[in-house]
């Protein structure tokens, strides 16, 4: 991971040399390598926690642009982000239903966290509002491919597995001679995952839902044929 993180931020810092930033005729396509870093937290699923942090992680990632006009775009994106959070419960007394008896066991505070490799693809529409600065919004849907949990209670590390969602990339962009630095907030539409708690004697589930935001510093590379005006 580290290395390929190294290898991205070399290739946006030497795309200076490699395209021409002062190319005034517009192509039709352009590609992006990008990096930066991300913010991560989670909503929804709260049994007794009595507080959440989030986590500041490397984003890095890979954009294809088509020129629909010379204030409309369409967006291709593949990007690369570290998500983790951590959750802290507070102590709490559940309530289990043996064969002949109920029983109570009282349990400490402790927390937990969340580390894990997501992967995300997406469509955005692009609009120019001008000076340098565009709009986006779009589509996109997000996995895991591994990850950890790690509780503070507990020597293990349990594995992370399946979960994803999609969402709504809402974003500004600001570009400036092919430079370009990107916000976006990933607005969640679905759920990632659902946790089920049974040891307080009522059978609840809740949807977890991951929040988002990337800053990201980019480097746009026109190819292909000159659009027509």
Not at 3 to 29: D, S, T
Not at 35 to 56: A, D, H, I, P
Not at 113 to 141: C, D, M
Not at 181 to 204: C, F, I, M
Request: glycine fraction near 10%; charge should be positive.
């Amino acid at each position: 991971m580290k290395k390929q993180f190294l290898l991205l931020v070399a290739a946006v810092c030497l795309c200076p040399k490699i395209a021409n930033a002062q190319e005034e005729e517009q192509r039709k396509f352009s590609i992006m390598p990008y990096v930066g870093m991300n913010y991560s937290n989670l909503s929804g699923y709260k049994f007794n926690e009595g507080s959440r942090t989030g986590r500041v992680s490397p984003t890095l990632g890979l954009q294809l642009q088509y020129n629909l006009s010379d204030k409309a775009a369409l967006l291709f994106d593949y990007n690369y982000r570290r998500l983790g959070y951590t959750r802290h419960y507070d102590g709490y007394t559940a309530t289990y239903h043996g064969f002949d008896k109920d029983y109570q066991v009282e349990h400490g505070d402790y927390d937990v966290k969340t580390t894990g490799n997501y992967h995300t693809l997406g469509v955005q529409f692009k609009y120019n509002l001008g000076k340098g600065f565009s709009a986006r919004a779009g589509l996109e849907a997000m996995w895991v491919s591994s990850g950890t949990e790690k509780y503070s209670n507990d020597p293990w590390e349990y594995n992370l597995s399946g979960g994803g969602q999609f969402s709504i990339p809402l974003g500004l962009t600001y570009e400036h001679k092919n430079i370009t630095v990107n916000a976006t907030y990933h607005l969640p539409l679905t759920s990632q995952g659902e946790y089920s708690h049974l040891g307080d004697g009522k059978d609840r589930t809740w949807n977890t839902r991951l929040q988002t935001f990337d800053l990201t510093v980019g480097y746009r590379i026109p190819f292909g044929k000159k659009r027509n005006k």
